[in-house]
């Protein structure tokens, strides 16, 4: 499979070919439909068409072989990896372009160097198991390291994704089992009391541009892509708002007709739910709309062109060190955001809303842990026992 993993090639007579695996193998072959165009995108769109149609008409219920077919088991020719470029295929016109990237991505550097070259009947439970084992403890390509608990999850849900779709086109007969991962969420990053207070310092004393990001993500809780793409339009000055439709993103570049390996999209957030309207605190609205720009300018740039994402955190780790207080990441803003609210009694329901979570669980398993500060008010309020003899008027007087 190629960096794109798309069963795209250019032959040699100039012409692009693309294919689809048809079906169960026959007589030990694979069997393939082809589509031929004079470029990429040609032979691209005509095999999108295709796999469309078939999701249509039932998942390719055509295709699929009987269990009398099945006998014998699947070629050795069909190999796992072409069973992960057609699901890719199948997916480019369903999820989002971030989605595909990241599926894409995920597949080429974990699933693919260990399963690929395994015939779809080979991977049972078994081989799941070991594979999700060994990612587990070595999957990190950075040091060889564990692999974080959230990877690992995506894994296992794209692996079922997979094999559910070599199902439905008769590659397996069942999809194996498959171990559950469990993933504990680390505790969330939060800025002290002081630390927020240092960098609020830093941001009013800049009063540029990009300073009133760092207010909407520490005021609003905006995540760093809401922010980038941020336009003063989006600003409702009679309800005291602000409303999050867009994300800036940098993801993997999946054409094989462009040489760049990533680009920058502006589109939707990847859920419903992170489409939102947001409350400001007052004095903090009122702040904004006295800098306020023509209602097409970004907000972070104060002009027609918006900010990356990649440029936005280090300009923010320049103004930690400023500050004084490094060693936060930006999505610390958001956290010390829900934080604050958790600690003034901020409802779940509403918080959830305003974060742009799909359920209020998430919110409360993330930041219903109040803060060491929040934990001593509480205990200070419990009735207790006299050590000292300082509370002697409060005794009984059937002790005297």
Same mark, same amino acid.
């Given at each position: 499979m190629g960096r794109r993993g798309e069963n795209i090639r250019k032959r040699e007579d100039g012409r692009w070919e693309a294919r689809v695996i048809q079906g169960a193998p026959r007589e030990g072959r694979t069997n393939y439909k082809y589509f031929y165009g004079k470029s990429y995108r040609d032979v691209k769109r005509k095999k999108t068409e295709y796999? #469309?149609? #078939?999701? /249509?008409?039932?998942?390719?219920?055509?295709?699929? @072989? /009987?269990?009398?077919?099945? =006998?014998?088991?699947?070629?050795?020719?069909?190999?796992?990896?072409?069973?992960?470029?057609?699901?890719?295929?199948?997916?480019?016109? !369903?999820?989002?372009?971030?989605?595909?990237?990241?599926?894409?991505?995920?597949?080429?550097?974990?699933?693919?160097?260990?399963?690929?070259?395994?015939?779809?009947?080979?991977?049972?439970?078994?081989?799941? =198991?070991?594979?999700?084992?060994?990612?587990?403890?070595?999957?990190?390509?950075?040091?060889?390291?564990?692999?974080?608990?959230?990877?690992?999850?995506?894994?296992?849900?794209?692996?079922?994704?997979?094999?559910?779709?070599?199902? $439905?086109?008769?590659?397996?007969?069942?999809?194996?089992?498959? @171990?559950?991962?469990?993933?504990? @969420? $680390?505790?969330?990053?939060?800025?002290?009391?002081?630390?927020?207070?240092? #960098?609020?310092? =830093?941001? #009013?004393?800049?009063?540029? @541009?990009?300073?009133?990001? !760092?207010?909407?993500?520490?005021?609003?809780?905006?995540?760093?892509?809401?922010?980038? =793409?941020?336009?003063?339009?989006?600003?409702?000055?009679?309800?005291?708002t602000v409303h999050i439709s867009r994300t800036v993103s940098r993801i993997a570049d999946l054409d094989a007709s462009t040489p760049s390996r990533t680009k920058l999209v502006i589109d939707t957030p990847k859920t419903d739910c992170s489409i939102r309207t947001v409350p400001l605190p007052a004095p903090v609205f009122r702040y904004l709309m006295q800098r306020s720009q023509c209602g097409e300018n970004y907000v972070v740039t104060g002009s027609a062109k918006y900010m990356e994402p990649r440029v936005c955190r280090e300009r923010y780790k320049r103004l930690l060190r400023r500050a004084g207080v490094p060693g936060h990441t930006y999505h610390s803003l958001r956290h010390t955001f829900a934080t604050r609210c958790v600690e003034n009694g901020v409802d779940m329901k509403s918080l959830s809303e305003i974060m742009g979570h799909s359920d209020v669980k998430i919110t409360m398993q993330r930041y219903i842990h109040p803060s060491m500060d929040a934990k001593r008010e509480q205990i200070d309020k419990l009735p207790c026992f006299d050590v000292s003899g300082q509370n002697r008027g409060h005794q009984n007087t059937s002790d005297a």
């Open positions: 796999l #469309l149609l #078939l999701e /249509s008409e039932g998942a390719g219920s055509a295709d699929m @072989p /009987s269990p009398g077919r099945m =006998a014998g088991g699947i070629a050795e020719e069909l190999r796992f990896r072409q069973v992960v470029e057609e699901w890719l295929a199948s997916k480019q016109t !369903i999820v989002k372009a971030s989605t595909l990237a990241c599926y894409t991505t995920m597949a080429e550097a974990y699933i693919l160097p260990k399963l690929g070259d395994l015939t779809p009947a080979q991977i049972d439970a078994s081989v799941l =198991a070991g594979f999700l084992a060994e990612q587990k403890e070595h999957g990190r390509h950075k040091n060889g390291g564990m692999l974080s608990g959230k990877t690992l999850a995506d894994l296992r849900m794209i692996l079922m994704q997979i094999l559910s779709f070599a199902k $439905a086109r008769g590659m397996i007969r069942a999809v194996p089992d498959c @171990p559950s991962v469990n993933v504990r @969420p $680390a505790a969330p990053c939060v800025l002290t009391k002081r630390e927020q207070e240092l #960098l609020e310092q =830093a941001v #009013l004393s800049e009063d540029n @541009p990009f300073s009133l990001g !760092i207010l909407l993500s520490l005021y609003g809780g905006l995540r760093i892509g809401e922010v980038c =793409a941020l336009r003063w339009g989006d600003f409702d000055r009679g309800n005291g």
